[in-house]
């Protein structure tokens, strides 16, 4: 089974700020089969990113991701006030497995 | 507009037997993996297996297998999460989510509480 590594565990910010979160895999695999989630308290998941930097339907540009192989980032341009929330990526070529989780607070 | 709903808050106690249900609505339900999603308090995110209700094939993550049991009734569009003999350990959100084929969940239902306790 793949094992995602997100870090940091917790990113404390401002709004305005830019935001970058890391998902490392214990193994390589192809970008096209990496996601980020993005939860909310009290909500289910909401895909953000497919293929490591493709922006779901809806997504505001601010969301970015990218990276191949083993590292993975996920980039928030300037941080809103309702982007606190906690992000998981997740692998999806190999199985399905997610990441522990990065929340973003301020 | 597609939805999922799912079956509401369940108080069970160890030992018990549950089913919960996921139903699915505004798209074609047997063209889409369900996949159902544990999130214990105050944790992660954890895969415990995927149905394609065209046909039945049902895979479970390795950890999950013989102690849950994913089903689907196509004709009435809903998955099914089940377990025999409930522990607290199973407390907990239980989410299902539609899978496009070989893409991530796109789709999320709002979540089952299940709270084990004696």
């Known amino acids: 089974e793949i094992v995602l590594t997100q870090s940091p565990g917790t990113l404390s910010l401002s709004p305005g700020e830019r935001a970058t979160l890391s998902c490392r895999a214990s193994?390589?695999?192809?970008?096209?089969?990496l996601a980020w989630y993005q939860q909310k308290r009290g909500q289910p998941p909401r895909l953000l990113i497919s293929?490591?930097?493709s922006r779901a339907t809806g997504i505001p540009d601010r969301f970015s991701g990218s990276g191949s192989g083993t590292d993975f980032t996920l980039t928030i341009s300037r941080l809103e006030p309702e982007d606190f929330a906690v992000y998981y990526c997740q692998q999806y070529g190999s199985s399905l497995t997610f990441g522990g989780g990065t929340k973003v607070e301020i | 507009e597609v939805q999922l709903v799912q079956s509401g808050a369940e108080v069970k106690k160890p030992g018990e037997s549950l089913k919960i249900s996921c139903k699915g609505s505004?798209?074609?339900?047997?063209?889409?993996?369900i996949g159902w999603v544990r999130q214990m308090p105050g944790k992660g995110l954890e895969w415990m297996g995927i149905i394609y209700p065209g046909d039945s094939d049902t895979r479970y993550r390795p950890s999950f297998q013989g102690q849950v049991t994913i089903s689907a009734d196509k004709s009435i569009s809903t998955a099914y999460l089940q377990w025999s003999s409930l522990k607290a350990s199973d407390t907990g959100m239980y989410y299902c989510a539609r899978r496009p084929g070989n893409q991530p969940f796109d789709y999320w239902g709002q979540g089952t509480l299940v709270t084990v306790s004696s």
């Open positions: 193994q390589s695999f192809s970008s096209t089969y």
């Open positions: 293929g490591a930097s």
């Open positions: 505004g798209y074609t339900f047997t063209n889409y993996w």
